[in-house]
């Protein structure tokens, strides 16, 4: 099988390593990877912020950057929620505007290819324990967009479950929003900080080694938190966890 890697412009400019541990990951599983050079940022950014127009050729981009994939997969699920939920609003809009159908098809052409990793692993290829180990206390923050738009569920969970020699501890209030939301930090700092405050006491709290979520943007506002406190535990992305062997344990 082959699939490609839409790695985000969040990891890609300030986490290679999770791109990195993803195609190991997948590598390990027996999956071919390629990485489309022509592949930039999905929009989220502008659309989140009011800019729909602007939007609209990030939409084609993506779309002809996988074009003849039949599976895309990404380490983010806010930037699959982007692709699978506003793309094809976006195509809806151009198109009552009386701008054609373009980009409602290419919106409609990548969607149903994109997974994020914990969907592709578990729903496509069948598989919860990918022979991982991390010897270490880890608790998981299911961010919002994981959570409410895509759904994933307990397959994160079950994942991190089969993983050799990690210790998952519950997180209290698991479910309320980390306080991030993208530009919304930018928006309202004062709030978006309080809600981080009180995500990052309830992951100290857990007495874990690692806090550990699908999003590296909602990791970076609580690792700020965290570090600034002085105080445990030390954020790492889901997929580093899953590529992790005894072998080969993260950087």
């Known amino acids: ?23 190991r990951l997948l590598e390990r599983l027996g999956v071919e990877v390629d990485f489309p050079a022509a592949q930039s940022c999905c929009g989220q950014p502008q659309y989140n912020t009011g800019y729909r127009y602007e939007t609209e050729p990030l939409v084609r981009r993506t779309a002809a950057a996988f074009e003849g994939y039949a599976y895309v997969v990404t380490p983010s699920g806010s930037c699959a929620a982007m692709i ?3 793309y094809p609003r976006i195509g809806r809009k151009a198109a009552a505007e009386g701008r054609g159908t373009e980009l409602a098809e290419a919106a409609a052409s ?27 206390t880890v608790t998981y923050h299911p961010s919002c967009h994981g959570l ?5 569920g307990d397959r994160p969970r079950r994942l991190l479950a089969a993983v050799k020699g990690l210790e998952l501890l519950e997180l209290p209030g698991a479910e309320e929003c980390c306080g991030f939301g993208g530009t919304f930090a930018l928006k309202n700092p004062e709030v978006s900080a309080a809600m981080g405050a009180d995500k990052a006491g ?22 700020g938190i965290l570090r600034r406190r002085g105080a445990p535990p030390r954020t790492l992305h889901l997929a580093e966890i899953l590529a992790a062997t005894e072998e080969e344990p993260p950087a």
Do not use: K, Q, W
């Open 1 to 23: 099988m082959r699939v490609a890697l839409f790695v985000t412009c969040v990891n890609d400019a300030l986490y290679p390593r999770t791109g990195i541990a993803v195609v």
């Open 84 to 86: 699978r939920e506003h």
């Open 110 to 136: 990548l969607g149903p290819r994109l997974y994020e990793l914990t969907e592709f692993l578990v729903d496509v290829l069948g598989v919860t324990d990918v022979g991982a180990y991390f010897p270490h």
């Open 148 to 152: 409410r738009s895509l759904g994933l």
């Open 202 to 223: 309830s992951a100290t709290a857990t007495g874990a080694d690692f806090l550990c979520g699908a999003d590296n943007s909602c990791l970076a506002h609580l690792d």
